[in-house]
């Protein structure tokens, strides 16, 4: 009988509307992080952790792909998951010998930081010099853990054109943001927000930094969704100098047009932060994008189309902003001091060798340097300025052993992802995906735009687009992958 719902389809279109209710939660969110300042308030942040949190178990309620695990990759779930656990370790109240054993340094500044230690009536205290800054970095990590798995599986169901789609407005909208309000700051973020802790503000970031952060995000992304629209849209072109001409007026050709614009004005934006790091790791992703474009697309018309868009990128960025501009910024840099990071780059290196083996604690960097911070004394530094450092400064051994297999196991998959791949298309965005990843990995050496909240939530949907799982049902509509 035919126009009866069955319980079988009834679980199918809830599964579908949850699918759908996911992806938009997941837009909004990334949305959210953007202009929420970064989400680097608690009154942002916490609605964003609970957002990932929803659509992780979204994602891993939904059905995985044929032959495919909710968790994608299992292995590395078991790496993340030792990751948090030694936070979690972080926070269980030990024995004053065995803390003393882990962190011989850290008995005295609990004692300074916590009036009942000083007076000799508590005898068990955390590894971590402030717990509830660690537990507060660690419901966060856990939020983003699971979304990880969670967007991977729901992206793995429905495609990532769509967040890739979302990303570009977002990242174009952001981009307009920060170019109008350059010249218009009055010291208050969209005139009326004045930041808490002052900053050299962008657009809706309070760090110029942490915007360029962004758009080192997003901007790959647009690129390879820019990539994938060429690699679909002339795919029916047919040989000759007039077919080509006549496929300049199709609706493909508009889209590719649109996508071109964003990506500029992007980039535009990017640079006029004036954010050395962002420039420097942008024109690597922009370059390392145009030499892959010239590798991977299969006919000469694709390639010599993908290497001019990028290419028309980088010039009608540099154009707007100037030559001269960009290299007076680069020579004002001091150099010779490591632009005023190797100080802080020495001060987190003497918390690692305090605490070489558990870390003053996840999240409490910004505590050990009121004990520990010996350079540039007229201002406190809560941040190493290299993420990298930081977390062996608050993790030692304990954290870092742990998130480098993760790194390791995260690479070894994503690999496995690209040999998988059959979608043309797909395969363009994953590269922007990664290209993201990589060039704030890059950033992150000089600077710590992950600590934000909104960059670390578009971090992991990065993530999760470079895990994801192409559904074979999605496959018959693209060429093969050219090898």
Known sequence: MTGVATPRNGRHDLRRAAARLARALLVAAVGWGAFAFGAVYPWAYWPLAVAAVVIATTGLCLPAPAGASRLGF??????????LVAILAQLIPLSESTVAALSPSARDVVAQLDPMVRAGLVSAHPLSIA??????GLLVVV????????????????????????????????????????PLYNGKIYGFWTPVMGGLPYGPFVNKNHFAGWMLMGLPVTLGLLCSRVARGMRGVRPGFREKLLWLASPDASGIALLLGGAALMAVSLILTMSRSGISAAALGIVGTGVLAARRQDTAAKKIASVALVATVIVMAVAWIGTAAISERFASANWQDLNDRKGAWEDAVAIVRRYPLAGTGFNTYGVATLFYQRHDLAQHYAQAHNDYLQLAAEGGLLLTLPAAASIVLFAASVRRRFKQETSVSTYWIRVGAVTGLCAIALQETV?????????????????????????????SVASPLPR
């Open 74 to 83: 299992p292995i590395l779930a078991i790496a993340v998951a030792a990751f």
């Open 447 to 475: 600077e710590f735009s992950l600590q934000m909240p909104g960059n670390a939530f578009l971090f992991v949907v990065l993530c999760a687009i470079a895990l994801h799982r192409t559904a074979h049902t999605r496959t």
């Open 143 to 182: 939020s983003l853990a699971a979304l990880l798995f969670g967007a991977s599986n729901l992206l793995s169901v429905s495609g990532v054109h769509g967040i890739a789609r979302a990303i570009a407005i977002v990242g174009v909208v952001l981009a307009f943001a920060g170019i109008i309000q350059q």
């Open 131 to 136: 717990p509830a800054s660690t537990l507060a």
